[in-house]
């Protein structure tokens, strides 16, 4: 796992990602470069929702849409960097059906408030944490040069983004039951990506 | 009417806002700088949060994104400028009960497709307007001299954003039906406003 994916906690460091990215989920990525790119702009455009989403339902949380505002933008930025890409290669943006990741995180969130928020900001940092380290692996494995570049390019702010939606959980919670859920959660998170999803996804 | 929220179509123009503000609003307004800031940054949130809903519902259509996720951007800029000068003075987001307005002009979105889709840009155009009409107001009548200078800045953005709003709609759909819609939901959108909502608001 990429060190980068782990803040600093005191003495020790969290672990976002409890299992690599196998080597599997490479090559069928690698191989299905457009799928990838159309679905990692579905990723991006999502991202952005789910920040936008948050500034909605917490409208009122002393410097939050401070943060997740501008994270939004960068994440908008990227959607529009990856169409264009996609554009430039004659596709456009269409519906891709999702692989069960997304759903299977959202389902483990809290339903009840405060933790349903602290479970928000570790699922779309984990989120995060997983684009990143396999935005890495696409940046060092992609036969494409202007998709390794891309790639490159991204994940310096996908790796900023995660610690956001750290320091909002951090900022807000007690350590010790943050710590216990990013751990419940990031469980969840690796198990969901144990069986490969066939469907070539980000996070298939 | 300001002329700019006047698209030109042929030789005539086309007309987004039938009724100009009262003096009422202006007053109304100016004696409220803060209630008026707080929910103009609510309105800049709801705006990124619109066009990110278009993008989400017509995902498939060419050439909607691409101009909508530099908008919402756009948006969240304006939301985070607004948000600034809140913070500098004392104060934080926080809900505001909206006025009738939005609602009233969300009622009159046909249901069906695919007029749903053009009265949809045409209701967003039409905020555009309306909001870009109250700012040059507020521009102009302020008696603070900062947030004169923040509603002249914003504007020019938001005198783009309906022209975005109408492209769309000209690029989709019959000119005919696009004028009898606009000028269905014109009226709906002046006529929101002709009793004045008691709270100060940028839509009241």
Redesign the interface.
């Known amino acids: 796992m990429d060190n980068s994916t782990s803040p600093i906690v005191g003495q020790s460091k969290i672990r976002w990602l409890i299992n690599k990215t196998s080597e599997d989920w490479i090559n069928l990525a690698i191989s299905n470069p457009m799928e990838i790119l159309l679905d990692h702009a ?1 990723c991006e ?1 999502k991202a ?2 789910v920040a ?1 989403q948050l ?2 339902r917490y ?2 949380e ?1 410097g939050l ?2 943060v997740l ?2 994270l ?2 960068e994440e ?2 990227h ?2 960097r990856v ?1 264009s890409i996609l ?1 430039a290669r004659g596709r ?4 891709l059906a999702s692989p069960p990741y997304g759903s299977i995180l959202a389902k483990n969130i809290c339903k009840d408030e405060p933790i349903r928020m602290l479970d928000s900001f570790l699922v779309a940092g984990l989120i995060e944490a997983r684009s990143h380290e396999r935005m890495t692996l696409l940046s060092i494995h992609s036969p494409d040069l202007e998709l390794r570049d891309l790639y490159a390019d991204l994940l310096k702010s996908e790796a900023r983004h995660f610690g956001v939606y750290w320091k909002l959980a951090d900022e807000r919670f007690d350590r010790n039951i943050l710590i216990s859920r990013l751990e419940a959660l990031a469980r969840v998170e690796s198990d969901a990506l144990v069986e490969m999803h066939k469907e070539p996804r980000m996070h298939s």
Chains 1, 2 share one sequence.
Do not use: C, D, I, T
Request: no cysteine; glycine share 4%; hydrophobic share 40%.
């Open positions: 579905h455009r952005a929702g936008l500034m909605f409208v009122s002393p849409s401070e505002s501008p939004a933008r908008l930025e959607f529009e169409l554009n456009h943006l269409q519906k």
